[in-house]
């Protein structure tokens, strides 16, 4: 017989419980069976009342955490099963997005830290079945702390990437060691990482006036600025990240260097074009 569990949340910790299952391709059941297996020697360490509006929500204790459930309420003296499921989501669902997800691709990353520390080569395979084989040299977060990466070389395509670890499927460690590459150029994206690898690359662009305070406001992504003339940016910044960044500006944008990357835009800016000189539809 299942165990059902009944816990009362706050809409606020509902949202990032929700956001979660999204972003990670996890199930309820999957998620909260998660945090109660990790957490549960936690509970004693936050005690959160909730807040504003409330929603219940139920699971089902999976059949391993079912096994040793009551004795494991009585060891630790816990009456209210349902305060303290509460505690430990509330615990799981404040932590920084990073961690949650550090948190829930906990296998992948303790391989790719081994992979680090032994210098071996490794195999990842994509939720899109794809597969890479890397040197893995660090393990990065995006500015704003929203998301994970795996810097690495990747070896058939003898090039430098980043990866971001929610779209890792699964890891296998090989025996195999690695030679550590440009030592410089490895300080250097561990010391200001950008998951995009814009060290050393150049951007020009001119901006009008709503784009310079487009500039000022985007925050996401926003290239760093090495020099500017006039209305003309010059910024580190790679192709990927520009065209992410810049895609929100239209024609307050006018890429002017490089030229491949000048030529996506154009390309880009005259099928958008296209579409709306269609006739209307009625």
């Known amino acids: ?43 004693s360490k936050i005690k959160i009342k909730s807040d504003g509006d409330t929603q219940v929500i139920q699971f089902n204790l999976k059949k391993k955490n079912k096994e040793n459930y009551y004795f494991f309420l009585e060891e630790n003296n816990i009456q209210n099963e349902s305060e303290f499921f509460r505690d430990i989501i509330t615990y799981y669902a404040l932590m920084r997005k990073k961690e949650r997800e550090a948190f829930l691709f906990e296998r992948e990353v303790e391989l790719l830290k081994i992979g680090i520390k032994e210098r071996r080569v490794e195999k990842i395979i994509f939720n899109d079945k794809n597969e890479v084989e890397i040197e893995p040299y660090y393990l990065g977060c995006s500015k704003l702390e929203l998301a994970n990466y795996i810097f690495c070389y990747n070896i058939k395509e003898n090039s430098w990437k980043n990866y971001k670890l929610k779209y890792i499927n699964n890891i296998y460690l090989t ?33 009008s006036n709503s784009g310079e305070k487009l500039f000022k ?34 024609d307050d944008a006018e890429i002017l260097e490089p030229i491949s990357l000048r030529s996506w835009f154009e390309k880009r800016l005259e099928k958008a074009l296209n579409k709306y000189k269609k006739i209307p539809l009625t």
Do not use: H, Q, W
Request: aromatic share 10%; hydrophobic share 40%.
């Open 1 to 43: 017989m299942e165990k059902k569990i009944r816990i009362t949340l706050s809409k606020k910790i509902l949202e990032i419980l929700e956001s979660d299952m999204d972003e990670f391709l996890i199930k309820k059941n999957t998620l909260l069976n998660l945090i109660y297996e990790k957490l549960k020697t936690e509970f």
């Open 175 to 207: 025996k195999e060691n690695f030679k550590v590459r440009d030592k410089k150029f490895i300080e250097s994206v561990k010391k200001e990482f950008d998951p995009f690898l814009s060290k050393g690359k150049i951007v020009k662009v001119r901006l």
């Open 217 to 250: 406001e985007i925050r996401v992504n926003r290239p760093k600025l090495l020099e500017k003339i006039d209305s003309i940016y010059v910024l580190e910044c790679s192709e990927e990240k520009a065209k992410r960044y810049f895609s929100y500006f239209l």
